[in-house]
């Protein structure tokens, strides 16, 4: 028999007459990472986009016509992309 089952059937007092729970078949446990590690990475996404967006309207607001500024902004940020 299960010893953690056992300190549990103790600790809260449940009957002999309850059998040890079965494990459910189906596991999760790897599509659960893998969901973790897709809206990680969908943050981060989102983080950096929203960072240039910033950075972009900051640029805008120091420099409303096209200047050497901008077009340096423009190859910076399609070096980040």
């Not at 059937?9 to 973790?36: C, F, M």
Request: hydrophobic share 40%; glycine share 2%; net charge positive.
């Amino acid at each position: 028999m299960n010893v953690q089952w056992q300190r549990y059937k103790e600790l809260e007092l449940v009957p002999d007459t309850i059998s040890v729970p079965k494990r459910q078949g189906l596991q999760l446990l790897p599509l659960t990472a893998v969901w973790r590690i897709f809206v990680n990475a969908l943050m981060w996404e989102h983080f950096y986009e929203q960072r240039t967006d910033y950075l972009e309207r900051c640029w805008e607001l120091n420099n409303p016509g096209k200047s050497e500024v901008s077009l340096a902004l423009q190859k910076l940020l399609r070096l980040m992309n």
